[in-house]
Nanobody, 124 residues
Framework: QVQLVESGGGLVQAGGSLRLSCAASGRTFSSYAMGWFRQAPGKEREFVATINRSGSVTYYADSVKGRFTISRDNAKNTVYLQMSSLKPEDTANYYC?????????????????WGQGTQVAVSS
C-alpha cells in the first residue's frame, strides 16, 4: 500500500504559477504510475496529467497541455505538477493518485490510491 500527501496549493492570480508536490510513502514509489486529477465545486473529477514509472512518458488533458508539466523524482518518492499561465477555470481541488497498472492512465477508475487533495484557487 502507498500513502499520498499533496502540498503546494494556494491562491494565485491569473497568469501566475504554482508547483504541486505529492509525497509517497509505503511500497516502492517507482512501482507506480502516477496521475494528477482535479475537481471543481459542482463538477466531476477530471484528469489533468499522468506519468509512467520511470518518468519517460507523460500525457496531459487538452485543457492544460502546454501550461502544466508533470514530473517525478523516484529518489525522493515525489511527483510534481508545475502549473503555469494559470486561469480561473483551473480553480479546483487537486489530487494525486497512484496506479499499479504498467502504463499511465487518464481514467480515475484505474488508480488504486489517492491523496486527500490540495486546493488551488486562481483569481481573475
Amino acid at each position: 500500500q502507498v500513502q499520498l500527501v499533496e502540498s503546494g496549493g494556494g491562491l494565485v492570480q491569473a497568469g501566475g504559477s504554482l508547483r504541486l508536490s505529492c509525497a509517497a510513502s509505503g511500497r516502492t514509489f517507482s512501482s507506480y504510475a502516477m496521475g494528477w486529477f482535479r475537481q471543481a465545486p459542482g463538477k466531476e473529477r477530471e484528469f489533468v496529467a499522468t506519468i509512467n514509472r520511470s518518468g519517460s512518458v507523460t500525457y496531459y488533458a487538452d485543457s492544460v497541455k502546454g501550461r502544466f508539466t508533470i514530473s517525478r523524482d523516484n529518489a525522493k518518492n515525489t511527483v510534481y505538477l508545475q502549473m503555469s499561465s494559470l486561469k480561473p477555470e483551473d480553480t479546483a481541488n487537486y489530487y494525486c493518485a497512484a496506479t499499479t497498472r504498467p502504463l499511465p492512465s487518464r481514467q480515475a477508475m484505474d488508480y488504486n490510491y489517492w491523496g486527500q487533495g490540495t486546493q488551488v484557487a486562481v483569481s481573475s
